[in-house]
């Protein structure tokens, strides 16, 4: 009894066990709706331990849902994707308003988003998230710091949701290599 | 013995009444189907909870009051383990087993209840300073995002809509106050400190749910499971400090511990009553 | 015949020299530093006696002149009926002359250094006081020194350390109550009080407890303390050890008692306080400001040292949302590759830096350079660049280690939580560290220490009892003591 106790203890303090793996850990998001279909691509800092600068990586799914386009993003990783520290999440300017509330809702179920992530709208996500970052290690957190340069903008994640989905968002755009408020 | 108890820890019961109060009514409130009238519920059950907490103090304490106490600790007990432990399993811990997150809960639990009052007592007056700290620290740090429209109420209530509101608020507040009540009596405390304890936490509880609604709004409040911790977690200093919804945690902890061991010690008293 | 004093509880001198000198020699029959001298005094009076005494425990230059010359020398008529009144009060020099005839009580003044002198044709013994065995000499406490204060140390001998603490406590209200414990070693252990402070409950209940103890050999005030203390299984103390005689009067000032063990220069004082953990020898012996400063970073040293690697365990295995972006990157980076969970890494890293502390303790001076480099180079830096160990993890360790280096009073404590909240971390992730904090908390408010709430400041929680626990108030506004005491007032009342 004492032995099969002891062993019942040790294995409780290898739970860490799976947690040994290098993770992809999403910075930021982009939702689009175009011919039907839902496409989303989450922008991945690839978290290598064999070297010390870390790579970034797209990743991109479609879907007839936005949880379908999700999961062919997941199959593509081998590694689990890092989800709670998303800091920016695009959506399409052209995205329709009900498929804009789909996001919202998606982005609330999974709750590791946290409510204090920015909304942006831009005429192409993928494109936006694509560009090489200037001052950071992904352009994810370029729009952050770019936003929280301009605090007037009531685009957090909870405030988009507190104004019914009809929050005015502002539109960041890529010139010349770098980023811009537009309008 | 009953006097020196009650003459040394009049500090102490204060804060041990107002993290009673807190409970676990700070990790859900405001409840699920929340509207513009939930927080008026909220007074509403206050007033409510005080007039219990007078009627209680007035009855005898006999053999059927001690029953009565009994099983209104037993009911406080479940309800605040079981919400705690809900929320650690939904919000920290969703992969582990809820046995592994019971356990250790009712071992502590079990620990207080073979040791005398005294020990929660100084419990409460250590950690009701941090737990007021962490409230009005995230008050404040959330401050520059309220909207101030969101408590305001457009229109007059229903009496349907408005007991749908404060319903909730006196199954958390105003039950649990009778056992205080009871639990106050029986250790010898008189009426104001433990009043004084109640309005305190009464007032943490309502800045807690305020927190939540002025920032979320009472709808998107309703449908977050766990407000506080949602509003806890868009405080933000600078890039380093982004989520702070872990102080939070402690005074989840704190104050069920407080609010299932007011619940034992209330059994223990009511033990007295049967077996000498 | 077990071998001990008490074995000779029953037995008395015969009055026989001849025979008290054979019978205290078969005794001793296998000891070679028992000195048997016969004397036989002739001039002045008669009479035949024997000295009996232990060879390097007394002073020789004493005996000759003190006790053998004058007997030899005998110059005076002997008037009374008994002779060991008249050897006794007319003819030694030595300070102090006692009369025994029970032979378990002249066996232990002989083996503790007193020398015997039997006297034929008389059932009394005179015990001298002739003590002589070299001690180390008041020195300075290697594990409590200070920059400002005085700088004296106990030392083996009790008396001694009985004297050192009457010369800091020059009153007549400073009792001091002798018991012998020890089946073989029959320890001399002193309590000592001040009459109209110390709770005289208390005292009784240590000198019962004292006197429970059944035990062979009494060699360190922890062979008693673990004996007498409450609480048997905590990981705390609840009695407190020093070897310096300021802090001991210090404590008796408040009311304290203190358990003076010969042999060992470690004082015991009770009641002991949680607070008593976070302070310093030297803490009012500096301005309170520096003091209360130092006492309140105590506190925080001791969260820190059991908090840092548990809360780094937590939050790197299961809540990485609640880290900071580019700390949870750069965990994850540290991390990969390293083939051990964070916590074996954490539990051997907290071990290997306890084994270094130990080594360090117990190894020759020549060797500290070597061990530096074997502690710092191959631990800290070679381990991390082969990837057995992430650095995270040896920083959270190291930190929490040299916090916990400020709480010498509480390291089993902290070495013990230390480990514990990693491995419930470990498991339950935050919610296991908030849970074995409050439990702690739980624990240490319900510990007591004879009789005495362990936490007994927290009971009034006013300004009163904080002067001197987590601060260190300045001494004109620290009127009142302990309130255990059966006279709190420290000053403003000459009563």
């Known amino acids: ?183 | 013995m009953k006097a020196n108890v009650s003459e040394f820890y009049k500090k102490h019961f204060l804060g041990l009444s107002a993290l009673f109060v807190l409970g676990n009514t700070v990790i859900t409130a405001p409840k699920t189907n929340a509207d513009q009238f939930n927080f008026l519920g909220f007074l509403v059950a206050g007033i409510i909870s005080l007039a219990v907490y007078f009627l209680v103090y007035l009855l005898p304490f006999n053999r059927i009051t001690a029953v009565m106490g009994c099983l209104l600790a037993l009911f406080c007990i479940g309800d605040a383990g079981i919400s705690f432990i809900r929320f650690i399993h939904n919000n920290l811990l969703p992969e582990t087993k809820p046995f592994f997150i019971v356990l250790p809960f009712i071992l502590v639990l079990t620990f207080i209840a073979f040791k005398t009052n005294e020990m929660l007592f100084k419990f409460s007056v250590v950690s009701f300073l941090p737990v007021v700290a962490v409230i009005l620290f995230f008050f404040f740090a959330t401050l520059k995002d309220f909207n101030i429209k969101n408590i305001f109420i457009y229109e007059l209530p229903n009496l349907e809509v408005f007991y749908k509101q404060t319903l909730p608020y006196i199954k958390s507040i105003a039950l649990p106050s009778a056992l205080l009540a009871f639990f106050s009596k029986t250790s010898g405390f008189k009426k104001g400190v433990s009043v004084s304890g109640f309005a305190i936490g009464f007032v943490l509880l309502g800045i807690t749910i305020l927190n939540s609604v002025l920032l979320f709004g009472i709808e998107f409040s309703g449908v977050l499971d766990y407000p506080y911790s949602s509003a806890g977690s868009t405080v933000t200093f600078g890039n380093l400090f982004t989520r702070m919804d872990g102080f939070l945690y402690f005074v989840y902890l704190a104050s069920c511990i407080v609010k299932c061991g007011v619940g034992i010690f209330a059994i223990k008293k009511s033990r007295n009553k049967f077996v000498p | 015949m077990s071998g001990q004093i008490s074995d000779y509880k029953n037995c008395y001198l015969s009055g026989n020299l001849k025979e008290d000198i054979a019978f205290f020699k078969e005794i001793f029959k296998k000891d070679v530093i028992l000195r048997v001298k016969e004397i036989s005094a002739r001039k002045e009076e008669v009479f035949d006696c024997a000295l009996i005494y232990m060879d390097g425990m007394t002073d020789s230059d004493q005996i000759n002149e003190a006790i053998i010359r004058p007997l030899l020398t005998v110059n005076v008529k002997n008037e009374s009926a008994d002779i060991a009144d008249f050897i006794g009060k007319q003819i030694l020099f030595t300070r102090d002359v006692k009369r025994k005839e029970n032979i378990s009580e002249i066996l232990e003044g002989v083996l503790y250094g007193e020398a015997l002198l039997l006297i034929d044709g008389s059932k009394t013994a005179l015990m001298m006081d002739v003590k002589g065995f070299r001690t180390r000499g008041i020195t300075e406490p290697q594990e409590e020194r200070i920059l400002q204060g005085p700088r004296e140390g106990f030392e083996e001998a009790a008396l001694l350390n009985l004297a050192m603490l009457r010369r800091k406590l020059l009153t007549p209200d400073l009792c001091v109550e002798m018991m012998r414990v020890g089946r073989r070693t029959s320890t001399a252990v002193f309590i000592c009080y001040l009459g109209t402070l110390a709770n005289q409950e208390t005292v009784n209940e240590i000198k019962e407890r004292i006197n429970k103890i059944d035990i062979d050999g009494i060699l360190d005030t922890n062979y008693i303390t673990e004996q007498i203390r409450d609480n048997k299984l905590s990981l705390f103390k609840t009695s407190g050890t020093t070897e310096r005689p300021d802090i001991v009067a210090a404590r008796l000032l408040e009311g304290r008692i203190a358990i003076v063990v010969d042999g060992t220069p470690m004082v015991v004082t009770v009641p002991y306080l949680f607070s008593e953990n976070f302070q310093s020898d030297e803490d009012y012996y500096q301005n309170y400001l520096l003091s209360s400063a130092e006492r309140l970073l105590r506190y925080f040293c001791f969260f820190l040292s059991i908090s840092i690697p548990s809360v780094f365990i937590a939050l790197s295995t299961f809540h990485r949302q609640l880290l900071p972006t580019p700390f949870a990157i750069t965990v994850i980076q540290q991390r990969g590759g390293v083939p051990f969970t964070p916590v074996w890494e954490c539990v051997v890293m907290i071990l290997v830096f306890e084994i270094l502390k130990e080594a360090g303790i117990r190894m020759s001076q020549n060797l500290g350079h070597a061990l530096s480099i074997v502690g710092g180079l191959v631990v800290g830096q070679a381990a991390v660049e082969a990837r057995i160990i992430s650095s995270p993890i040896l920083i959270a360790v190291a930190l929490s280690g040299i916090a916990g280096l400020m709480l010498p009073r509480l390291k089993t404590a902290v070495f013990y939580l230390r480990i514990g909240f990693v491995l419930i971390s470990a498991v339950l992730g935050i919610y296991g560290y908030f849970l074995a904090l409050i439990f702690l908390t739980l624990h240490i408010f319900s510990l007591s220490s004879f009789s005495i709430d362990y936490t007994v400041s927290l009971k009034r929680a006013n300004l009163q009892s904080l002067k001197d626990t987590v601060f260190r108030a300045p001494w004109d506004i620290m009127r009142k003591r302990p309130f255990f005491n059966r006279n709190i007032i420290r000053k403003g009342n000459r009563k």
């Open chain 1, 1 to 183: 009894m004492k032995k099969i106790s002891i062993i019942i203890v040790l294995l409780l303090f290898l739970c860490g066990c799976d947690k040994t793996q290098p993770e992809y850990l999403i910075s930021s998001m982009g939702f689009d709706y175009s011919g039907g279909k839902y496409i989303a691509c989450f922008e991945a800092v690839v978290i290598n331990s064999e070297n010390t600068d870390q790579t970034v990586k797209l990743l991109k799914g479609e879907g007839s849902s936005i949880k379908e386009a999700v999961s062919v993003i997941k199959k593509k990783c081998t590694q689990p994707l890092l989800m709670s520290h998303c800091g920016v999440i695009a959506v399409s300017e052209n995205m329709p308003p009900q498929y804009f509330k789909e996001v919202c809702d998606f982005c609330y179920n999974k709750e590791e988003i946290t409510l204090s992530a920015f909304f942006i709208k831009t005429s192409n996500p993928q494109e936006l998230l694509s560009i090489k970052p200037l001052s950071s290690v992904c352009v994810g957190y370029d729009i952050m710091g770019l936003i929280k340069q301009n605090p007037h903008f009531e685009n957090r994640f909870f405030e988009v949701i507190n104004s019914g989905y009809k929050a005015r968002l502002p539109k960041i755009t890529q010139k010349d290599g770098g980023l811009y408020f537009e309008g």
